[in-house]
């Protein structure tokens, strides 16, 4: 499975020949000013939440693409009211087949609104399973119990889980999830974005090596192939 990393939350992977696109938000990000937003042309778009920094690029992407997005209920009836076309709407708890694989839709500790402050339902992640691997994205999340179910019942080849703390779990919440999920490879989100969400990046990656993990953070439009992948390094 390769993934490319867009910045803030927003990466995607390939699966059986489809492109899926997590979490737009790349043309308000200053730090991803030479992504090419306009070329992107994923299968999917999968949307965590409502909140802005989650969702910014859907419109153009999806109407440039024919993408067909994946979120909540709520967000899915929101973007359909933007002249989004092709959409698969969910809930927490729920699974969906696709030809590639499916997803099922975990709970998030976040809020939801969108941007025009509509509800946007609850918070969710991503359990993606498939022939070629299965991950999991937690989406804005605080550490919580609910992460070692997944562990229990869910193998995982690796994580997407945020780092930045402030909004989401920091790199000690985001170690703790990892032995919940029970799985040692991580790529780390949500973090240098904002100020607030900074982080010391090496110590971030040696906190991780010390726990015997891996810690991957992706320079903003590299790639890394996650099945290739065996040394401990930040990117
Ligand atoms: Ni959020
Ligand atoms: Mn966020």
New binding site residues.
């Given amino acids: 499975m390769k993934v490319t990393y867009f910045g803030h939350?927003c990466f995607s992977v390939e699966i059986g020949g489809k492109v899926l696109l997590f979490d737009p938000f790349i043309r308000p990000n200053e730090l991803a000013s030479h992504v090419d937003v306009a070329s992107l042309r994923p299968d999917y778009i999968l949307v965590s939440h409502g909140?802005w920094?989650?969702m910014a690029d859907v419109v153009e992407i999806a109407g440039n693409s024919n993408a067909t997005l994946i979120c909540n209920f709520e967000i899915g009836t929101w973007f359909g009211g933007k002249g989004v076309k092709n959409i698969v709407q969910m809930n927490i708890g729920g699974k969906h087949s696709f030809e590639w694989g499916n997803v099922k839709l975990t709970s998030a500790i976040h809020s939801s609104s969108l941007p025009d402050n509509s509800y946007g339902g609850v918070a969710s992640g991503f359990l993606i399973s498939s022939e070629e691997g299965n991950f999991y994205y937690s989406g804005?999340t605080a550490l919580t119990m609910d992460m070692e179910l997944i562990g229990k019942y869910h193998h995982n080849d690796f994580a997407v889980l945020p780092i930045g703390d402030n909004?989401t779990m920091d790199i000690n919440n985001a170690l703790i999830c990892a032995d919940m999920i029970k799985c040692n490879r991580i790529i780390g989100v949500?973090y240098d974005t904002f100020p607030v969400i900074g982080i010391d990046k090496e110590a971030a990656v040696e906190k991780f090596v010390a726990a015997g993990k891996e810690l991957i953070l992706i320079n903003i439009a590299a790639s890394v192939d996650m099945e290739v992948r065996t040394k401990i390094t930040a990117h």
């Fill in positions: 939350s909140h920094d989650h804005d909004f949500h």
